[in-house]
């Protein structure tokens, strides 16, 4: 398991009683992963397909090269939103669920505040 | 109203049927907000402090300096995350109740993926 890895699973919600500096910076990566509109649109993308995504039919919809979209995807890998599969010669990505779940909850404020 | 705090008015959730480019750079810019390890804290704080938060009360826990607080509670307020209110010479912050409601259906991918 990637340190990334680990970062996805403690990191703690916004609105934690009490926030670690560990889990203060793992919360911030998270959200780092996704601080960039290319790797929005890419989990955009794969959250409205119902199955896992070739690499190959990322890079049309985003108007980017193959090693950009593959820089976004490691990006998104090592933060643990995503998994890959390999079919062939082409690699397929889906969401994590648990990452998934993880981000709701970290981005989670109602009730805690306002 | 600030670019910013349009941004988050009009930012759309990761699970969006169709993400436009300007909602994809709107949604990245609302968590690069979030991708700091400070920024996540004082969200933090805000979140779990009943009232508006004396910046004066929070060099402390951050331990960081006034400039540098003030530096990213800039951020924060740019982002439409907080709202800033001066009394007397001090000023008190306080998350945007539509902002963190925003946030939470941004992150929200779950029953659209997985």
Redesign the interface.
């Known amino acids: 398991m990637s340190a990334a890895l680990e970062a996805v699973a403690c990191c703690a919600p916004?609105?934690?009683?009490a926030?670690s500096?560990d889990e203060?910076?793992a919360?911030?990566?998270l959200?780092?992963a996704?601080?960039?509109?290319?790797?929005?649109?890419v989990?955009?993308l794969?959250?409205?397909s119902g199955e896992p995504v070739c690499v190959c039919n990322l890079t049309e919809p985003l108007g980017l090269s193959q090693p950009t979209v593959s820089h976004h995807m490691k990006k998104l890998l090592d933060a643990g939103l995503v998994e890959r599969e390999q079919r062939g010669k082409w690699a397929y990505f889906?969401?994590?669920?648990d990452a998934?779940?993880k981000?709701?909850a970290?981005?989670?404020?109602?009730g805690?505040?306002?």
Chains 1, 2 share one sequence.
């Open positions: 916004l609105a934690a009683a926030l500096d203060a910076a919360t911030a990566e959200f780092k996704l601080a960039d509109p290319a790797r929005v649109r989990v955009n794969l959250a409205t889906s969401l994590k669920r998934v779940e981000l709701a970290v981005a989670d404020l109602k805690a505040c306002c």
